[in-house]
């Protein structure tokens, strides 16, 4: 991240409320300087029906056919969209948190292999989801109570603030540790015949679409105080145990691994094996089997280095070279290797939740960026400025009326403006996405108690369509057109909108007529608005709804 943004106070005038409420058609007509300038886009088309729940990187046929390559991984098509994803038939404005925990409009994932399987309930026109999910053994609340009597020191809410939870079913795990003040990171691969991830967004849950495979996760080292695997279909000490040292390499130092499967409880010859084989890898990596019971074991993750440095001479895996940079995710290929520790002990020196929100971590000191001053001062500047902005947007446009439940930064920084909406009680999560085109500072989000991802903008984002309710960019455009089409990503917004969903974008002049011209080609009512610096200032924010 560079030091663009403006520290100050973002004035708005109260009537821009009433502006952008009666913007019309008229909007959709483009100015007489665009129409002179030749670079009429026109409307865009609507896509064809088939691609109603189309994820291009994951739905992406004819890249996987002619390439022999593995249908459940990552792979782009060359060429992105250039249509509008149609809703389902009897698409409805989703349920609102809280209640969207236990029930959706079942119109709105239009999929019922899930109430064949018993996960969900169809009741009249919605899904129900039942709190005695199977996977959860005795129910979510029981269920987690269970494992805070097992190991207290989890301490969910307080020691434990981000978790993973792999293969997560329609996310009942995550769902139900929302009131405990934990943010879980739900993933399970695309699979046509489940949509878990779609059940999980619908519901209000953070999720993406992600799998265990060839290929590091797009999320650093140290990420997830606590990681989840229960009956998560994952052969974890297969090819050296190369996806238990992934595992390892996002948990935590003195974090938490449970695993729910049939070796942990059932004592038949092939189960046993499997047990054995998992107890032994986890020791070679040096993690404490802390308690096992009944259908649950729970392992800590050692605290440094000294375990791996005191292992038998030969014994593997081996650690990885002190080169390896461990947080870098974007695709890079898995290694069978025990990711080091940092001798100075960052990352796990952490303060207990929500005061590691402000706290600058000491992962801030590794984060490369283009800076003299102190990053200590940049952190909280970063902060101040974004919960400066929230506020005005909260009392000039409303926001706590926009019912606000999934949202994305596209352009994340230090995590300031999820950190505006959590000070400022806006009930929401937020994905921080870190663009590859700047510098990565997920680890510092991830330290401040917040979930993110590493992208990059020229291709599609994992996740299903109508995925969040507010998409903020700040400064993304006028630094990716470097890089990539601008239509293609404005597309991809209007992809993982909600209808009713809003857009801000907080840019440079330079590129808001662009901007302006393809959010009237997709249909979205939009607005421009200055900044606190007044109508000649060199940025604008671009607003806009998706209306149904």
């Not at 993982?496 to 590129?511: A, E, K, T, W």
Request: glycine residues 6%.
């Amino acid at each position: 991240m560079s030091c663009d943004f403006e520290v100050g106070e973002f004035h708005l005038q109260t009537d821009s409320v009433e502006e952008l409420q009666n913007v019309n058609e008229e909007n959709d007509q483009l100015s007489e300087n665009e129409k002179r300038s030749g670079s009429v886009i026109g409307k865009y088309r609507v896509c064809e029906e088939r691609l109603t729940d189309y994820i291009p990187c994951f739905d992406n046929e004819e890249e996987t056919l002619t390439r022999n390559l593995s249908s459940s991984e990552r792979h782009c098509p060359v060429k992105g969209l250039d249509c509008l994803v149609p809703n389902p038939k009897g698409y409805k404005i989703p349920v609102l948190w809280p209640n969207s925990r236990d029930q959706v409009w079942s119109s709105n994932v239009p999929h019922t292999s899930l109430v064949q399987q018993n996960w969900v309930k169809l009741k009249d026109d919605k899904y129900i989801f039942p709190r005695d999910e199977e996977r959860l053994l005795k129910g979510a609340d029981n269920y987690l109570n269970q494992i805070s009597q097992m190991v207290p020191e989890i301490a969910f809410g307080h020691r434990t603030r981000v978790a993973l939870d792999i293969d997560c079913g329609v996310a009942s795990f995550g769902a139900y540790l929302m009131q405990r003040n934990v943010t879980t990171l739900s993933i399970a691969q695309k699979n046509v015949n489940e949509n878990q991830i779609q059940f999980a967004l619908e519901r209000g849950v953070p999720a993406m679409v992600a799998v265990f495979s060839t290929r590091r996760m797009l999320y650093p080292s140290q990420a997830f105080d606590f990681i989840h695997c229960s009956r998560c279909r994952i052969n974890w000490t297969r090819d050296d145990g190369i996806l238990l040292l992934e595992a390892n390499r996002m948990l935590r130092a003195g974090g938490y691994f449970l695993w729910v499967a049939e070796p942990v409880y059932k004592n038949e010859e092939i189960q046993l094996k499997q047990w054995k084989e998992m107890e032994d890898l986890t020791t070679r990596i040096c993690w404490e089997l802390v308690k096992k019971e009944g259908y649950i074991a729970i392992w800590r993750k050692t605290l440094n280095n000294s375990c791996y440095l005191n292992r038998d001479a030969g014994v593997q895996p081996p650690l990885c070279d002190s080169v390896d940079n461990s947080d870098n995710a974007w695709n890079v290929d898995l290694r069978a290797c025990i990711t080091r520790l940092p001798e100075n002990g960052y990352g796990a020196n952490l303060t207990a939740w929500p005061a590691r929100i402000h706290n600058p971590p000491d992962r801030l000191r590794i984060i490369k960026m283009d800076a003299d001053i102190s990053r200590n001062e940049i952190f909280r500047a970063e902060s101040k400025f974004w919960n400066d902005i929230i506020d005005s947007y909260i009392r000039a446009f409303r926001w706590k009326g926009f019912n606000l439940r999934n949202v994305m930064d596209m352009r994340a920084g230090f995590g300031g403006f999820a950190a505006a909406l959590h000070d400022l009680e806006i009930d929401c999560w937020v994905m921080n996405v870190v663009p590859v085109s700047g510098f990565n500072t997920l680890p510092v989000i991830y330290d401040r108690g917040f979930i993110g991802v590493m992208h990059d903008w020229c291709e599609p984002f994992d996740t299903y369509p109508r995925t969040y309710d507010l998409l903020h960019a700040a400064g993304l455009f006028s630094i990716e057109q470097k890089r990539c089409n601008i239509s293609s990503i404005m597309l991809e917004m209007d992809r993982m909108l909600r209808p009713d969903g809003h857009v801000y974008i907080r840019d440079s002049v330079s590129v808001m007529s662009e901007l302006q011209e393809i959010a009237s080609a997709m249909g979205w009512v939009h607005a421009i608005h200055d900044t606190g610096e007044g109508p000649h200032a060199s940025w604008k924010i671009l607003i806009c709804e998706k209306r149904m």
